[in-house]
């Protein structure tokens, strides 16, 4: 039987699974050319459905808080995401962005005090030589403007992961995700409409079929899973579990639309597999040793505490 903690790692794997859907999505049932307003709609709605469900607003410092992780989280993210995809071919992107686990596990160490050990950097090291052979092809070209902007997704990514671990809030987690999604969609609203113009004035019933699907399932379903595996996880094993996301692109590429896979994908995916799964044990056998390092103290102090009765027999006696 599986243990809780690879349950929650499991049920957070979903999210970036789903979100390995949205090339699939967008260029089957969206209408071509909108990214921007793909982004948009897929996040001002789910936030919107979110906090009228939950009825729940910020409080305190949690205006400015939720303000800024959805801007890093969501908005900021999904602007530098768009733009590295315009000016970058796909594998260049997803190789660029698959840094981001090593620098959450930086930034974790730095604000977290999380252990940056050897195992962890090597698992990071090992996701993006797996996505590159997963992704990249021979004649991709580098474009400065769209490697700084993948850099920059997937630091503003990483930032946020974090500071979303270190800032729990006390509210409701659909709440707290719903806060996120709006504040991240009001940044991409006047971005969308400044780029790319108001929404078409026709859409047809599979475009709308996609926009609900990235919406719902994309945004509302999938944020709310990662923001709770990053409220139970280490960010770092968060992070490590975005690498599915191009694995999944390039599976359903190859079953849905038919794209050939060779060899060296399948060695990629693999490879990045090998990484998640490296990742995730790493946060497992620290904590198991953690906790056998406390037992032992523990057991320590407690033997320490004792001593014998007077006459030298008898059971031990608690010092006061």
């Not at 969609?185 to 078409?200: F, I, K, S, T, W």
């Amino acid at each position: 039987m599986l243990s809780n903690h690879a349950r929650i790692v499991l049920v957070t794997a979903l999210a970036p699974a789903v979100w390995g859907t949205t090339y699939l999505v967008t260029t089957e049932l969206l209408p071509p050319d909108r990214p921007l307003l793909a982004a948009l709609l897929r996040a001002l709605p789910a936030g919107l459905l979110l906090v009228a469900v939950t009825r729940r607003l910020p409080h305190g410092v949690w205006w400015w808080r939720a303000f800024v992780l959805g801007a890093l989280n969501i908005g900021v993210f999904l602007a530098l995401l768009f733009v590295a995809a315009y000016r970058l071919p796909g594998g260049v992107a997803a190789t660029v962005g698959a840094v981001q686990p090593l620098l959450a596990a930086g930034l974790s160490a730095g604000l977290l005090g999380e252990r940056l050990s050897p195992r962890t950097v090597l698992a990071g090291l090992a996701g993006v030589g797996g996505v590159s052979l997963l992704v990249l092809r021979a004649d991709a070209r580098l474009d400065p403007v769209g490697v700084a902007a993948a850099l920059g997704g997937a630091l503003v990514m990483a930032v946020g992961v974090v500071l979303a671990k270190r800032w729990t809030s006390p509210a409701p987690l659909l709440a707290t995700t719903g806060w996120q999604l709006v504040a991240g969609g009001l940044l991409l609203l006047p971005v969308a409409l400044a780029v790319e113009g108001p929404p078409p004035s026709t859409l047809t019933g599979a475009n709308l079929a996609g926009y609900a699907y990235l919406s719902i399932i994309g945004a509302a379903v999938a944020y709310a899973l990662w923001f709770r595996g990053i409220r139970a996880l280490r960010p770092t094993a968060v992070s490590f579990l975005g690498l599915l996301s191009p694995v999944v692109a390039t599976v359903l590429g190859a079953a849905v639309l038919g794209q050939q896979l060779n060899l060296l994908q399948t060695v990629g995916g693999l490879v990045v597999l090998g990484a998640l799964v490296t990742a995730q044990t790493a946060g497992t056998r620290r904590r198991h040793d953690q906790k056998e390092k406390s037992d032992h103290a523990h057991h320590r102090v407690r033997s320490s505490g004792e001593r014998r009765t007077p006459d030298g027999g008898g059971s031990p006696v608690p010092r006061p």
